[in-house]
């Protein structure tokens, strides 16, 4: 989480509470609230702006953030929190100014209290419980500035540099903006790029292009197997990959086609054949070489398809499977994956573990790896900070295209439900775009 959740006074950051306010825009001070306002704010104040929007007196920002105090179900969890910062920053921070923030799985797992990584509840917020704000991606704008915090100016998009920032958020007063924040765009700024590809480029696109190249290179094979020449090689290493109309999975057909890898994608059959067509046919135009729906892939006929319709009769290695579902669809990743080859587990959608296979462990001298963006991010934060840029070129020059959304506008007036509930939506699948929090009059 932001450091405005960190190990500062809320009377030093300049944070105030006050009520959450869920059905109406009026706004009062807590008990508690006011006991934390009392040395900025005449007591009276809450009572001469009963509708405020941004800015309050004395320059105070008033903001709004989904909190959550105990894990759970997010809309059993989650409750909206308003609270005001002050407008005199410490040295060394920026308050931001949210322009959009995606909804994924992780997130939901974080506020389940599944995910690996579990936030810590903080009382600085002002809320009535100690509190932790969901959400790790998002783009912000720079507000304003405090002293000594050099490579920021206002009007900057930046974005967090490391996990569990906490997105889900109008606003957010950043301390040591330097290493908790990435700014956007080098020298280009963020010419010919939107606040949501921004917003999503640091998880999914990211994790696709580091399984991509971090286990098999298959950039490497692609261009000895055409060396050979001879052999008849028809075009770049293939990959196989499972929930690949996911954010990740688009990721890495764009990722793959650039980089002339050819990929074999795995998705779950829609309502309607028509709607199935449609999809195969969408992946298809973003790069994909071959799609197929998972009752194709769970067929017994699938090994032979395999041979006989893509891989010149097994010819042409499958030596990368990227995991994203689990179960069954694991299962039979395993069975298609050649000899020698690497499946890497970066999620578990279909909630259902898969058996590491002894036989083809040994027979097959398959390895199983796991894949954790945060983790790796820790490592290499240079090179997360590359790869970020270099997607950003992609999406600049149209070469990559950011997954479909489904747009919840997060207004001052916005209800807490709407935004408990497309919290909540997110991991029941069939969904025709990545939820994403796009931010309007706040
Ligand atoms: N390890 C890491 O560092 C890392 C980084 C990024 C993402 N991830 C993981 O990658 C996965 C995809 O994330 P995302 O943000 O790209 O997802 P997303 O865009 O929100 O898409 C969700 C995907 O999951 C599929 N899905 C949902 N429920 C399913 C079920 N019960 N069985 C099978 N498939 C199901 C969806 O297929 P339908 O359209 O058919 O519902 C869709 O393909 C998640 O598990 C996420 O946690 C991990």
């Given at each position: 989480m932001a450091s405005v959740l960190g190990r500062p006074s809320p009377l030093r950051l300049g944070l105030v509470a006050r009520r959450t306010t869920t059905t109406t825009n009026t706004i009062a001070a807590t008990a508690s609230g006011s006991r934390v306002l009392s040395p900025f704010l005449p007591s009276s104040t809450h009572n001469c702006y009963p509708r405020r929007y941004k800015s309050g007196p004395y320059g105070y920002t008033l903001a709004k953030t989904l909190v959550f105090s105990r894990f759970g179900e997010p809309k059993d969890v989650l409750s909206l929190h308003t609270h005001s910062i002050s407008p005199t920053l410490p040295d060394g921070a920026v308050l931001l100014r949210a322009l959009a923030a995606p909804v994924n799985p992780a997130d939901v797992n974080t506020i389940q209290g599944t995910y690996g990584a579990k936030p810590s509840f903080s009382p600085l917020l002002g809320t009535p419980e100690p509190a932790a704000v969901p959400g790790n991606e998002g783009c912000f704008e720079v507000v304003s500035v405090g002293a000594q915090t050099p490579g920021l100016a206002r009007g900057d998009w930046v974005i967090p540099a490391t996990s569990g920032f906490g997105t889900f958020r109008t606003h957010a007063l950043v301390e040591d903006a330097a290493r908790q924040l990435i700014r956007i765009g080098g020298e280009k700024g963020t010419e010919g790029l939107s606040a949501k590809q921004v917003a999503t480029v640091s998880v999914n696109p990211c994790s696709a292009y580091r399984m991509l190249k971090d286990y098999v290179?298959?950039?490497?094979?692609?261009?000895?197997?055409?060396?050979?020449?001879?052999?008849?090689?028809?075009?770049?290493?293939?990959?196989?990959?499972?929930?690949?109309?996911?954010g990740v999975g688009r990721s890495a057909i764009q990722l793959g086609r650039l980089w002339g890898l050819r990929s074999i994608n795995v998705i779950r059959e829609r309502a309607t054949p028509e709607e199935t067509e449609a999809l195969k046919k969408e992946l298809q135009e973003l790069g994909a070489t071959v799609v197929v729906t998972e009752d194709e892939f769970l067929d017994r006929s699938f090994s032979a398809r395999l041979k006989e319709e893509w891989t010149r009769g097994g010819r042409e290695p499958v030596l990368l499977g990227l995991n994203c579902v689990g179960g069954k669809s694991a299962s039979a990743m395993v069975k298609a994956l050649s000899p020698g080859g690497c499946m890497v587990t970066y999620g578990g959608m279909s909630r259902q573990s898969f058996p590491f296979p002894?036989?083809?462990?040994?027979?097959?001298?398959?390895?199983?790896?796991?894949?954790?963006?945060?983790?790796?991010?820790?490592?290499?934060?240079?090179e997360k900070r590359n790869t970020i840029n270099e997607i950003l070129e992609h999406m600049r020059n149209g070469r990559f295209k950011e997954a479909p959304f489904q747009e919840v506008e997060w207004g001052w007036d916005t209800e807490e439900k709407v935004l408990k509930d497309a919290v909540q939506g997110t991991l029941e699948g069939f969904r025709s775009g990545k939820g994403i929090f796009v931010f309007g009059d706040t």
């Open positions: 290179d298959l950039v490497d094979l692609s261009v000895k197997s055409f060396a050979r020449g001879g052999d008849g090689a028809t075009g770049g290493a293939w990959f196989l990959q499972n929930g690949a109309n996911s002894t036989g083809p462990q040994i027979f097959k001298r398959l390895r199983f790896e796991g894949f954790w963006l945060s983790e790796w991010a820790k490592e290499h934060p240079t």
